[in-house]
């Protein structure tokens, strides 16, 4: 089992706003960074830091972290963000990097 | 635009060598750490390890009896090798530029995967 956890699967209505988490004790020091991943692609990135976004990716997609849950909120769900996201961080040594386990995200 | 590009063998026997080659294109190969990741079929993100120019490998505990990842700067391209295969390493193996500029790191630039079945 990862040291990151997150919900297997979220839905969410077309247009309304939707929250995954991401749960861990290394999340209390550090940030996660956040992937999205489409059937048959390779993930890419759509939040690192404290709610940076990569150029180009919709300001829909926020972050923020509370003790140690991070959180990455989608603000009016498209179609097109239907995908599996997964969050990244340090593991609880500090020494290295592990994934969530990822959530599917479907779009209602 | 930064690209990368990998390839290696798709097929291996069990107890094979796996290996693995990425090659970066447009942009300088110092100043980040380049990674590997994998995906087992129908399942989440594994990192496998980093490497540095200016450091040493960081690998995941897991597999660090069987990891190495390499440079290559004069070709700007690194490589994983993963020892004695068993059918619990398929999976589509990921490269990925890992930005450390801040921590933790994160990878902003990946490789289009390479699948590698292991199988007798």
């Known amino acids: 089992s990862s040291e990151l956890t997150q919900d297997p699967a979220v839905s969410v209505a077309l247009g309304q706003t939707v929250r995954i988490t991401c749960q861990g004790d290394?999340?209390?020091?550090?940030?996660a960074s956040w992937y999205q991943q489409k059937p048959g692609q390779a993930p890419i990135l759509v939040l690192y830091?404290?709610?940076k976004r990569p150029s180009g990716l919709p300001d829909r997609f926020s972050g923020s972290t509370s003790g140690g849950t991070a959180s990455l909120t989608l603000t009016g769900a498209q179609a097109e963000d239907e995908a599996d996201y997964y969050c990244?961080?340090?593991?609880?040594?500090?020494?290295?990097?592990?994934f969530g386990g990822g959530t599917k995200l479907t779009v209602l | 635009q930064v690209q990368l590009q990998q390839w290696g063998a798709g097929l291996l026997k069990p107890s094979e060598t796996l290996s693995l080659t990425c090659a970066v294109y447009?942009?300088?190969?110092?100043?980040?750490?380049w990674s590997w990741i994998r995906q087992p079929p129908a399942k989440g993100l594994e990192w496998i390890g980093e490497?540095?120019?200016?450091?040493?490998?960081n690998y995941n505990p897991s597999l660090k009896s069987r990891v190495t990842i390499s440079l290559d700067t004069s070709k700007k391209q690194f490589s994983l090798r993963l020892s004695s295969v068993t059918a619990a390493d398929t999976a589509v193996y990921y490269c990925?530029?890992?930005?450390?500029?801040?921590?933790?790191?994160?990878?902003?630039?990946w490789g289009q995967g390479t699948l590698v079945t292991v199988s007798s």
């Open positions: 990925a530029r890992t930005d450390t500029a801040m921590d933790p790191y994160f990878f902003d630039y």
């Open positions: 447009g942009e300088s190969f110092s100043g980040y750490s």
């Open positions: 490497i540095s120019l200016s450091g040493s490998p």
């Open positions: 290394s999340l209390r020091n550090y940030y």
């Open positions: 830091g404290k709610n």
């Open positions: 990244n961080s340090r593991d609880s040594s500090g020494n290295h990097l592990v």
